[in-house]
């Protein structure tokens, strides 16, 4: 993979901050977008803007055809056996949310369980404590081991026949470890299980095959994988949405209206009331094409590189924690310097034109499980290079000398 030349596919990264180069190291916050992603939108909004399933003229009919075409992109990403299988949300919480409201609400009774692990991002564990409320379900979790992983074991120790849902991360957002998503679908289903995916970190690395992993539902958002903000999808088995119930009302989902009862579309358009998400779905099939275009395995081989180089680099420096496993993690490495809080860690590199994360990462669980109140996170995509580590490992150690004067 030719990195220099993929670089001259995002302008964004072609800008200086505060006198430097800018070093753009927070996508697993939100990934950059390529011109092909911009010219997309920009196309669509000149060309095609109207409305979707509802007008006859030219530019409705174009309209509904990128719309959808955008969907059978999807649906060719991850594998799903059927466009049916793909629903556009705004994003991985919206799609997170759909599952814990139309499926788990109607689905769980008192006494039974949702299991979920210590690392899950906030989207992925607060609409689980409303559903188990709202149920009466009980919330159980898998433990970590203490590099954080998963080990399945622990996962067939913690799903029993109780158990009516799994909602874990495919790659934690804070660790960058990698789960057995495999082998946790297979435990569960032998349980009599469901089993959902939060797969906002893992799109953008690597091969996704919602197939080949057999799980039950996958989340995720556009705007991590160089598509546009506001647009998500829920891949769901065709028969498992065909039972939901929506959780908005409106117009486009219905099939019959009278003045006292109705009837819903089926799957996935019962989900998706209102106007749609419509250039963001077609920002996000540019943004696919892109992806492929790089290729997915030359994405993961280049990311996995590239971290190991990060936490070799890294570790060499006095006083830094890193958190989580030290091989196998993808996408980014979360650490602290000692006596100095992430905030101030996070501003002293963005005067270098560094740009990372700092805070708990909508994982205060997890934060409280590593002992540390916050973190600084520094996270990679296709577009990052080993000289952008280096000058990451350079801010830092300019940042430890400063505060110790």
């Not at 399933?53 to 059927?82: C, I």
């Not at 989207?123 to 689980?128: D, E, G, K, V």
């Not at 906002?200 to 539902?217: P, R, S, Y």
Request: net charge negative; hydrophobic share 45%.
């Amino acid at each position: 993979m030719n990195v220099s030349a993929l670089r001259e596919w995002f302008p964004i990264l072609k800008q200086q901050v505060n006198g430097y180069p800018l070093t753009y190291l927070d996508s697993a916050a939100s990934a950059q977008k390529p011109v092909q992603v911009i010219e997309a939108l920009k196309r669509f909004y000149e060309w095609d803007n109207a409305n979707v399933h509802r007008g006859v003229h030219t530019l409705g009919s174009r309209a509904t055809e990128a719309y959808e075409g955008a969907r059978a992109k999807v649906a060719r990403f991850v594998n799903a056996t059927s466009e049916a299988e793909i629903v556009f949300t705004r994003g991985t919480t919206s799609s997170i949310n759909l599952v814990a409201a139309g499926y788990a609400r109607t689905m769980c009774r008192e006494g039974e369980e949702i299991v979920l692990t210590p690392m899950e991002h906030h989207a992925n564990l607060i609409p689980w404590q409303q559903a188990a409320k709202a149920t009466g379900a009980v919330l159980n979790y898998i433990p970590l081991q203490e590099d954080g992983t998963l080990s399945l074991e622990d996962v067939a120790r913690t799903v029993t026949s109780r158990t009516k849902i799994v909602a874990v991360s495919h790659i934690s957002n804070v660790l960058g470890a990698v789960n057995p998503v495999k082998g946790i679908a297979e435990i569960a289903h032998r349980c009599g299980a469901k089993l959902l995916v939060d797969g906002a970190q893992a799109v953008a690395h690597g091969k996704v095959d919602v197939q080949e992993l057999d799980c039950d539902f996958y989340a995720f958002s556009g705007h991590k994988m160089c598509g546009p903000t506001g647009i998500g999808v829920l891949y769901g088995k065709r028969a498992l949405l065909e039972a939901m119930e929506p959780v908005e009302f409106g117009g486009e989902m219905i099939g019959h209206v009278d003045l006292r009862e109705a009837t819903w579309k089926e799957a996935p358009w019962k989900f998706e009331a209102g106007t749609p998400i419509i250039a963001g779905a077609v920002g996000l099939g540019a943004a696919i094409e892109v992806l492929n275009q790089i290729g997915m395995d030359a994405i993961e081989k280049h990311d996995l590189e590239l971290t190991a180089y990060a936490v070799a680099r890294m570790e060499r420096i006095e006083g830094l924690t890193i958190y989580g496993p030290t091989e196998g993690r993808i996408g980014m490495v979360t650490f602290n310097l000692d006596g100095i809080h992430p905030h101030d860690l996070a501003t002293a590199l963005d005067a270098y034109g560094v740009a990372v994360r700092a805070g708990h990462h909508c994982c205060q669980p997890l934060m409280r499980r590593l002992g540390a109140q916050a973190t600084a996170r520094a996270s990679f995509f296709a577009y990052n290079t080993e000289e952008e580590v280096d000058r990451l490992a350079e801010g830092l150690y300019r940042a430890k000398a400063y505060f110790a004067d």
